[in-house]
C-alpha cells in the first residue's frame, strides 16, 4: 500500500472559520529578514519570513476567526491559501493556538 500524499489544505486539526492566538509561551524577536519566534515550553524556534504573516501573528487574538483577521490584514485572495497553509503549521508547531 502506498502513503498517502500531502494534502495542499491546512493541517488537521486547524480550522481558519475558528479564533486562535498567538501561544502566551511564544516570544517573537524581530530580525532583518522577518522574526524570529521562539516557544518556551516546547523550545521550538520558527522562523517567520513574511512581513505580513508576522503582523497577522500579533492580531489573531483580536479577531473572531482567522478568516476575518486574514481580511483585516488585507490578505489577498490569490496569497489566502498560502496565508491558512502557513497559519497550520505555526499551530501544529505551537506558535498559535485555538481559542
Known amino acids: 500500500m502506498s502513503?498517502?500524499?500531502p494534502t495542499a489544505g491546512p493541517r488537521v486539526g486547524f480550522?481558519?472559520?475558528r479564533p486562535y492566538e498567538l501561544h502566551p509561551q511564544v516570544a517573537i524577536r524581530p530580525e532583518?529578514?522577518?522574526a524570529l519566534a521562539y516557544h518556551y515550553g516546547n523550545r521550538r524556534l520558527t522562523f517567520v519570513r513574511d512581513a505580513t504573516l508576522l503582523g497577522l501573528l500579533?492580531?489573531?487574538g483580536d479577531h473572531a476567526s482567522v478568516d476575518d483577521a486574514l481580511d483585516a490584514a488585507g490578505?489577498?485572495?490569490e496569497r489566502r491559501a498560502s496565508f491558512v497553509r502557513a497559519l497550520g503549521s505555526l499551530a501544529e508547531s505551537e506558535v498559535?493556538?485555538?481559542r
Open 3 to 5: 502513503p498517502a500524499a
Open 15 to 17: 480550522e481558519p472559520s
Open 32 to 34: 532583518p529578514f522577518g
Open 58 to 60: 500579533g492580531q489573531l
Open 75 to 77: 490578505v489577498a485572495a
Open 96 to 98: 498559535i493556538r485555538a
